[in-house]
């Protein structure tokens, strides 16, 4: 885990140069949610394998799939639905099935201008349905701003604040991430993000190469480690995306 986490982060002194601006901009690998929407009759399929590790429980997420679809100039549509494997060593016991369907919409607020960063906003709402124990109680609504400035012509920066509601409850979240492309086509980024709720704090640190093949489509590769004493001791995960 070490090794990858230094080699990702080696490549990012290597001499850099500017990536298509006409290409996908996708919402994976990273946390934040970029702030770009799906323009009118497009649309973006993201997938997604991970396998995170906090103590003697695995999560592995064998697909992760996120369908982005421009239903109008500056709304897009989304749902996200994933296939799960939750195994503990100390029981030796694991189940696998659905997680829940994440249904949402991302809509433009205001384009870059200068230090003006551009904006847009997040809703989405996570169903009760799906297998346990990936399935919540209840629904639960999520709201995020999606923030991105443009600091050079290889440099960008996108950070996120929002709040999810599980269970009567309020959980704040926050992600800051820095990419970097370094040759046509290759960027790397660093991530550190988190969320409060009830006064406890999960803090991680995210990071990764992202390929982009062509115009539509991308790889990616990536890694990171938990930062405080409730977060996962470490996840790595990979995927693809494709634009039509």
Excluded at 23 to 39: E, H, L, W
Excluded at 167 to 192: H, I, M
Aim: include cysteine.
């Amino acid at each position: 885990m070490k090794k990858i986490l230094c080699l990702i982060a080696l490549m990012s002194i290597i001499s850099v140069s500017a990536q298509d601006d006409d290409a996908i901009v996708t919402d994976r690998p990273t946390q934040s949610a970029s702030s770009m929407v799906m323009p009118r009759g497009n649309a973006l399929i993201e997938y997604g394998f991970i396998h995170e590790k906090s103590g003697d429980v695995s999560t592995t997420t064998f697909a992760n799939f996120l369908v982005r679809i421009g239903l109008i100039e500056g709304v897009e549509f989304r749902i996200t639905q994933n296939i799960q494997q939750q195994s503990d060593e100390l029981t030796d016991s694991k189940v696998s099935g659905l997680s829940p369907i994440t249904l949402g919409t991302k809509i433009h607020l205001v384009g870059e201008q200068g230090a003006v960063p551009q904006v847009s906003l997040l809703g989405q709402v996570t169903l009760a349905n799906g297998k346990k124990p990936f399935r919540p109680n209840e629904a639960i609504p999520e709201v995020r701003l999606n923030f991105s400035n443009t600091l050079s012509e290889f440099l960008s920066l996108g950070y996120n604040i929002g709040m999810s509601f599980p269970e009567d409850n309020t959980q704040t979240l926050y992600s800051v991430v820095l990419g970097y492309s370094f040759l046509p086509g290759w960027s790397v980024f660093a991530e550190p993000y988190g969320f409060f709720q009830d006064g406890t704090s999960d803090h991680r640190f995210n990071t990764g190469l992202i390929y982009l093949c062509s115009n539509n489509v991308q790889f990616d590769i990536s890694a990171g480690v938990g930062l405080s004493d409730i977060s996962p001791d470490h996840f790595i995960g990979f995927g693809a995306a494709i634009g039509f």
